[in-house]
């Protein structure tokens, strides 16, 4: 297990994070500069916190009270940096067998560890290359390579996929999965993309201001963010808004970002100002103009269309901007849905969730 309770303060910066975890896939996201990388730093030994204790696996790594600080190279933590940092004049051999060497292990024994992690890894052909031979994913295996081979309790992956082009980042995302459940200890990978977290993750973090303000499943991000920024990183519509009254049962907000006003049976009675919630996947969209009686029916455009193997999602903008997920027989009958489009979005009053600002600061 891995327990960081934390705090340091970096001028006007201050990092309080609290999180425990097992042997499973930790992804950190959240804004540029919210202290995802200076989490992992701390962790690794890079950065001294000024409060607060560090265990990995029942090893005390930091401890402010009991004055325990272990040094980096000693803290048996694997780092993998966003840039990989490679030693660009070494060999593919000497770059995962120079945190051996620092260990002054015998020759014999680096030998055998880094031709061993090399096999695992699918890249012992390349042992006598230097880096700039190699390809991105390739020159990432060997990253992962010299943080592996030191066997370490824990992996810290920052920015792991960022320095690939779209083709290959997808491969190598599928082969970083597939190691990071064979290596069966606790791995913590920062990102700021959607794709890379839900994939790699069992859970997900999210920090803001340097805090966690929201962790869990990636279905439980999904289901029910606390804040706009879960939201939109998860795919979600979500909007602030104010409660306008209802009228036979029918409730009425008016949305904060526009005059548009959606109705719902899911009346809010404990204040005005509440958060509306409505899932991609719970929006329709026809592009005839619907008859009979839909509470919410909202014409708009079509801004983007990306294809997600079975699954489309539809980007539209009208009164409000709407993320949309069809699946692809629903795309079908859509044919020749193409970006510009004007459609209609239906909206069923049970497909709005209202959350009153008071349950949403329940959760912080």
């Known amino acids: 297990m891995v327990s960081c309770q934390i705090k340091k303060s970096l001028g006007n910066f201050e990092l309080n994070v609290d999180f425990t975890m097992e042997n499973e896939t930790l992804v950190i996201v959240g804004h540029s500069g919210c202290g995802k990388s200076t989490t992992l730093r701390a962790l690794s030994g890079l950065l001294t916190p000024d409060e607060g204790v560090i265990e990995v696996e029942g090893q005390v790594f930091f401890n402010k009270e009991k004055k325990i600080n272990v040094s980096p190279e000693y803290r048996e933590i694997g780092f993998l940096f966003q840039n990989y940092a490679l030693f660009p004049h070494m060999t593919i051999f000497e770059n995962v067998a120079y945190g051996l060497a620092a260990r002054k292990l015998l020759k014999p024994e680096i030998e055998r560890r880094v031709i061993e992690q090399l096999e695992q890894l699918n890249i012992l052909a390349y042992a006598d290359n230097i880096p700039a031979e190699l390809s991105g994913g390739q020159q990432q295996r060997v990253a992962l390579a010299r943080a592996l081979v030191l066997k370490p309790k824990l992996l810290l992956l920052d920015e792991p996929l960022s320095a690939l082009d779209v083709t290959t980042r997808d491969r190598v995302r599928r082969e970083l999965k597939k190691t990071l459940a064979e290596l069966k200890i606790p791995a913590i990978v920062v990102t700021h993309d959607y794709e890379d977290a839900i994939s790699l993750g069992h859970r997900i973090m999210v920090m803001d201001g340097g805090r966690v303000i929201q962790e869990g499943t990636p279905q439980e991000l999904i289901i029910q963010p606390r804040s706009e920024f879960v939201a939109d990183f998860s795919g979600t519509n979500y909007f602030d808004a104010t409660y306008l009254g209802q009228t036979n049962g029918i409730g009425q907000y008016r949305l ?21 919630l409505i899932h991609p996947w719970d929006i329709r969209i026809t592009k005839e103009k619907p008859v009979g009686k839909f509470v919410n029916v909202i014409p708009s455009k079509v801004t983007r269309i990306l294809s997600y193997g079975n699954r489309f999602r539809v980007d539209i903008e009208g009164t409000i901007p709407l993320m949309t997920e069809i699946a692809r027989d629903q795309m079908n009958i859509l044919s020749d849905l193409d970006e510009g489009q004007s459609i209609y979005a239906i909206i069923e009053n049970e497909a709005v969730q209202v959350f009153s600002h008071s349950e949403e600061e329940a959760y912080a």
């Open 256 to 276: 904060s970002n526009g005059n548009a006003i959606i109705q719902t049976q899911n009346v809010d009675k404990k204040g005005k100002e509440v958060s509306i």
